[in-house]
C-alpha cells in the first residue's frame, strides 16, 4: 500500500475528499456540531495515513494541489460583501470598530496565554496569527520567526472549533443583530467560520467575508507590534 501511494499523484486529493463527504453525510444525517465535515475530514486522513503507514510527504503529493484554491475561494468571498456594500456604508464605525475590537481581543488573549503558560518568543509569534485566514497567516509566522506548520493547525483548529460553535456561542450571548453575527464570526474563525456565516444568511455572510479581509491587514499591523512583547 504504501508503495502504491507513493507512486499516486491522486491518493492525497481522494482521500480528503472522501473524508470530507462522509463528514457532509454525517452532519446531514445527526445534524450535531461536533459532527463536523472539516473535522471529520482531518480525523479520516489521520486514521488512514497512521492505519497503512503512509508519509506525510507521499499525501501531500496529491493533496498540495486542493491548497491552490486557498487563495480564489477567499477572493470569492468579496460577491456576497459587494452585495451588501450598502451597510459598510451605512455602518462603517460600528463594523470596523467591532472588527478592531475582535482583534485587540485575540492579541491581548494570547499574550496573556503566552504568559501564563510561559511560552517563549518563537511560541508566542506561531500562535498570534491564529484567528486570521491561513494565506495571510502563514507568511505573518514566518516573517515573525514562527513555527509555520504549527501556525497553520492553530489556525485549522480555531476556524472549525469557530464553525462548530458559532451559533451557540451567539445563542448564549443573545446576538441576534446579523451585522454583529458575521463581523463576530468572521474576525475570530476566518474562512471556516464564514462558511457559517453563510448558512445563517446572506448579511451575515458579507459581514463576515469583510471581516476576514479588514482583521487580516488588522493583524498584520497588531503583530508588528505585539511580538516585541516577549
Keep these: 500500500m504504501k508503495e502504491f501511494v507513493s507512486q499516486s499523484v491522486y491518493f492525497g486529493v481522494v482521500i480528503s475528499f472522501i473524508g470530507y463527504e462522509i463528514g457532509l453525510f454525517m452532519k446531514k444525517k445527526w445534524k450535531m456540531a461536533l459532527l463536523n465535515p472539516l473535522l471529520i475530514a482531518a480525523v479520516f486522513v489521520i486514521g488512514v495515513l497512521f492505519l497503512f503507514d503512509v508519509d506525510y510527504e507521499a499525501y501531500d503529493k496529491g493533496a498540495k494541489y486542493i491548497s491552490y484554491f486557498l487563495t480564489p475561494a477567499t477572493v470569492s468571498l468579496a460577491i456576497p460583501l459587494y452585495r451588501q456594500l450598502s451597510l459598510l456604508k451605512k455602518y462603517p464605525v460600528a463594523i470596523l470598530g467591532g472588527i478592531a475590537a475582535g482583534v485587540l481581543t485575540t492579541m491581548v488573549c494570547i499574550y496573556l496565554l503566552a504568559l501564563g503558560l510561559k511560552l517563549n518568543h518563537e511560541q508566542y509569534v506561531t500562535l498570534l496569527p491564529k484567528s486570521i485566514t491561513t494565506a495571510i497567516g502563514m507568511g505573518v509566522s514566518e516573517k515573525t ?57 446572506e448579511v451575515e455572510g458579507a459581514m463576515s467575508s469583510l471581516a476576514i479581509v479588514v482583521s487580516g491587514i488588522m493583524t498584520v499591523v497588531s503583530i508588528s507590534l505585539f511580538s516585541k512583547f516577549i
Design 145 to 201: 520567526g514562527g513555527i509555520v506548520t504549527i501556525t497553520v493547525v492553530a489556525i485549522c483548529i480555531t476556524g472549525i472549533v469557530g464553525n462548530m460553535l458559532a451559533q451557540t456561542v451567539l445563542k448564549l450571548f443573545r446576538i441576534n443583530d446579523p451585522i454583529a453575527k458575521g463581523i463576530a464570526i468572521g474576525t475570530s474563525a476566518h474562512a471556516l467560520g464564514t462558511a457559517k456565516a453563510m448558512e445563517m444568511g
